[in-house]
T-cell receptor, first 116, second 112 residues
Framework: AQKVTQAQTEISVVEKEDVTLDCVYE???????LFWYKQPPSGELVFLIR??????QNEISGRYSWNFQKSTSSFNFTITASQVVDSAVYFC?????????????FGQGTILTVHP | EPEVTQTPSHQVTQMGQEVILRCVPI?????FYWYRQILGQKVEFLVS????????KSEIFDDQFSVERPDGSNFTLKIRSTKLEDSAMYFC??????????FGQGTRLTVV
């Protein structure tokens, strides 16, 4: 069975600080996909990124960057120069195999609060 | 931009009543899903649906739950006899083959 662990329950930062959200996953499958979703106070789940197990290249999108390391089974998410609008719950998630792309296993989520 | 839409946004029902949650997935998507999130907890997979049948379901998805795609656009989740512990946010999602799932805004179900 697969598992996703987000050890940080809550993080609080001041605007413009950098913040890294940790994600550690467990699976025996060699083919898997990792995701990050954002859940703002309004409640919806917003897709941020997908990464497959064969692509360890780090990715940067504006103030967001992701560090995928298979050696440590981690897929960490960094927000540079955080803003109040980044305040949300962030979920890391995993899909294994290639039969279904929607059966996500979610971590517990990290509540990020960015103070002005 | 296409999106998954869910109705209603909030439903209150009495214990033992049947409830139907409705979703309109993104039109060219082939895979449909229901997830739930009990308040303050993680999001949990309930069921996936492809080619007019359930492709996978979790242990949460027992005989009290059913899904249906009654026409070409809607995707519904029915809970036959609601229990207090069914109170949660229910998310519908859809995806194309081999892509990420896009989620709706959720329906907050409160069983009293």
């Amino acid at each position: 069975a697969q598992k996703v662990t987000q050890a940080q329950t809550e993080i609080s930062v001041v605007e413009k600080e950098d913040v890294t959200l940790d994600c550690v996953y467990e699976t025996r499958d060699t083919t898997y996909y990792l995701f990050w979703y954002k859940q703002p106070p309004s409640g919806e789940l917003v897709f941020l990124i997908r990464r497959n197990s064969f692509d360890e290249q780090n990715e940067i999108s504006g103030r967001y960057s992701w560090n995928f390391q298979k050696s440590t089974s981690s897929f960490n998410f960094t927000i540079t120069a955080s803003q109040v609008v980044d305040s949300a719950v962030y979920f890391c998630a995993l899909i294994v195999g290639g039969t279904s792309y929607g059966k996500l296993t979610f971590g517990q989520g990290t509540i990020l609060t960015v103070h002005p | 931009e296409p999106e998954v839409t869910q109705t209603p946004s909030h439903q209150v029902t009495q214990m033992g009543q049947e409830v139907i949650l409705r979703c309109v997935p993104i039109s060219n998507h082939l895979y449909f899903y229901w997830y739930r999130q009990i308040l303050g907890q993680k999001v949990e997979f309930l069921v996936s649906f492809y080619n007019n049948e359930i492709s996978e379901k979790s242990e949460i998805f027992d005989d009290q739950f059913s899904v249906e795609r009654p026409d070409g656009s809607n995707f519904t989740l029915k809970i036959r006899s609601t229990k207090l512990e069914d109170s949660a946010m229910y998310f519908c999602a859809s995806s194309k083959q081999n892509t990420e799932a896009f989620f709706g805004q959720g329906t907050r179900l409160t069983v009293v």
